[in-house]
């Protein structure tokens, strides 16, 4: 008999996560049993010990979400092109005595956005946020053929770092003052914490879409905000969530899940 897969989800918060039910989804779509469960690190601190403990007690793979996503990339032997670009990762692999970094995040979000038939060519982008999610989201875009992408952070060194990151594609700047833009990607945690939304109220055409990496199942914060403020659409990070699990689950167990279907499964 098969040794049972051994999986989790490494974050802060992480209660929340839906992963072990999606992963759970794509197991039995295969065939196979797995475990999958949820840790939950204290602190940045505190999440090597924790990774380092659940590969060796034959731990196979890992989602890694916020906050600890660079030290993901960091904690690694291995990288990916995907995570080498980004600096950062969100699915760890146990593999010949190895620790490999991927990042499936940006290839989850484009898939996504095909799956909602939102066209992004030519368009002007706002990246609310410039952390890890932000970074893998600005590396898939500026491989495809948009007019503009401009970042928002209340930290401009942050900004400046992805500006730089990112400086051979040249339609990539700060955030204008007064300008209004096409889609509005919020990677942020102002859903999560339900802080006060601070960001400029002005960003929005009566065409725009919005975007919250963030999902739930009432409305988020900056998606009822983004709706408030004249946006014509506003999505929530679901599918986004859908799509770059199956990423991660292809590389851990090479099988390709159907991603149809599963909110309704989840209770979306």
Not at 86 to 91: P, V
Request: aromatic content about 10%; glycine content about 6%.
């Amino acid at each position: 008999m098969d040794e049972v897969k051994k999986f989790t989800v490494i974050g802060n918060p992480v209660g929340h996560s839906l992963s072990p039910i999606i992963h759970k989804e794509f197991a039995k779509q295969q065939g196979i049993s797995i475990q999958y469960k949820m840790i939950e690190p204290e602190s940045e601190g505190h999440f090597e010990t924790h990774t380092q403990s659940f590969f060796s007690k034959k731990g196979y793979g890992a989602n890694i979400t916020i906050p600890f996503k660079e030290l993901a990339f960091d904690f690694a032997n291995d990288h990916d092109l995907s995570a080498i670009e980004c600096q950062c990762a969100n699915t760890l692999i146990s593999k010949d005595g190895k620790i490999k970094a991927y990042n499936t995040d940006g290839e989850g979000f484009i898939k996504d956005l095909q799956n909602k038939n939102i066209s992004i060519i030519d368009r002007e982008i706002l990246v609310l946020g410039a952390g890890g999610s932000a970074s893998s989201i600005i590396n898939s875009l500026s491989k495809v053929s948009i007019k503009k992408i401009d970042i928002l952070s209340r930290t401009q060194q942050k900004v400046d770092k992805l500006i730089d990151k990112y400086k051979t594609y040249s339609n990539i700047d700060s955030y204008e003052k007064n300008k209004q833009y096409d889609l509005i990607i919020n990677t942020t945690p102002v859903s999560l914490m339900n802080d006060e939304i601070k960001f400029p109220e002005d960003i929005f055409k009566s065409s725009s879409i919005a975007y919250d990496l963030f999902y739930s199942k009432s409305t988020t914060h900056f998606q009822t905000w983004s709706k408030n403020n004249n946006a014509l659409e506003a999505y929530n990070g679901l599918g986004m969530l859908i799509e770059q699990a199956a990423l991660s689950y292809k590389i851990w167990n090479d099988f390709e899940p159907n991603t149809k279907g599963v909110e309704k499964i989840l209770g979306f």
